[in-house]
Antibody
Framework: QITLKESGPTLVKPTQTLTLTCTFSGFSLSTSGVAVGWIRQPPGKALEWLALIYWDDDRRYSPSLKSRLTITKDTSKNQVVLTLTNMDPVDTATYFC?????????????WGQGTLVTVSS | DIQMTQSPSSVSASVGDRVTITCRASQSISRWLVWYQQKPGKAPKLLIYTASSLQSGVPSRFSGSGSGTDFTLTISSLQPEDVATYYCQRANNFPPTFGGGTKVEIK
C-alpha cells in the first residue's frame, strides 16, 4: 500500500526559502521507473506541476520556476525534499507530493494529503 | 508549453444525469491524457489514464475518450458523491500541464 505525506512549515516570510519533505512508504525510489513529483495548488485555483525526481536521480523542473526549485531524494529514508527559494505571497498554496504512474511519461496515481504553505510577513 | 483548456468551468446537473466535460490541448498529445477528481479539501484522485483507461477501483460510470487534441470525460449517471472538481492533464512530456478544472455540482 503506497502512502505519501508532506511535512514542512505552514508559514514562511517573503524572500525566505521553503523546504518541504515528502515521506513515503509502499515503494522504493531505488526501483527502476519509479519517480516522485511535487504539485501545488493556490487557494481556489488549478493544479500546477513543480518538479519530479526519478529513481536514477534524473530531475525535471517547471520551466517557469526552474531557477528557484531544487528536488532531491534520500532513498535510505524514503524521502524526497523540495526547496523553493525567494518565496513570495503568490507562492501561497497547498503543496502535494505524488507517486508517478508508471504507464504515462508523467501522471500521478498516489498523492499525499497536501500541506498548506502561507507566505506572509 | 502545451496549454490544456477545459469546458465548461462549472456544471450543475441532477442525480442520474449524464455529465460531459471536455478538454482541449493546444497541440496533439496522442492519447496521453489523464483525468483527476478532486473533492473539497482533498488531494486529487486519478480516474482515467491514456485517455480512456479506467484506474483500478474507479466506478464504471466514469469513462474517457478522445485523442489528438480533443478529449472527453463522461459521468454516465451522476451520483451525489461525484460532486468535485475535475482536472485533465497532459501526460506525454514535460511540463505536465493541467486544465483549469471543471466544478461539478448537484442541481
Amino acid at each position: 500500500q503506497i502512502t505519501l505525506k508532506e511535512s514542512g512549515p505552514t508559514l514562511v516570510k517573503p524572500t525566505q526559502t521553503l523546504t518541504l519533505t515528502c515521506t513515503f512508504s509502499g515503494f522504493s525510489l531505488s526501483t527502476s521507473g519509479v519517480a516522485v513529483g511535487w504539485i501545488r495548488q493556490p487557494p481556489g485555483k488549478a493544479l500546477e506541476w513543480l518538479a519530479l525526481i526519478y529513481w536514477d536521480d534524473d530531475r525535471r523542473y517547471s520551466p517557469s520556476l526552474k531557477s528557484r526549485l531544487t528536488i532531491t531524494k534520500d532513498t535510505s529514508k524514503n524521502q524526497v525534499v523540495l526547496t523553493l527559494t525567494n518565496m513570495d505571497p503568490v507562492d501561497t498554496a497547498t503543496y502535494f507530493c505524488a507517486h508517478r504512474h508508471t504507464i504515462a511519461v508523467v501522471a500521478f496515481d498516489y498523492w499525499g494529503q497536501g500541506t498548506l504553505v502561507t507566505v506572509s510577513s | 508549453d502545451i496549454q490544456m483548456t477545459q469546458s465548461p468551468s462549472s456544471v450543475s446537473a441532477s442525480v442520474g444525469d449524464r455529465v460531459t466535460i471536455t478538454c482541449r490541448a493546444s497541440q496533439s498529445i496522442s492519447r496521453w491524457l489523464v483525468w483527476y477528481q478532486q473533492k473539497p479539501g482533498k488531494a486529487p484522485k486519478l480516474l482515467i489514464y491514456t485517455a480512456s483507461s479506467l484506474q483500478s477501483g474507479v466506478p464504471s460510470r466514469f469513462s474517457g475518450s478522445g485523442s489528438g487534441t480533443d478529449f472527453t470525460l463522461t459521468i454516465s449517471s451522476l451520483q451525489p458523491e461525484d460532486v468535485a472538481t475535475y482536472y485533465c492533464q497532459r501526460a506525454n512530456n514535460f511540463p505536465p500541464t493541467f486544465g483549469g478544472g471543471t466544478k461539478v455540482e448537484i442541481k
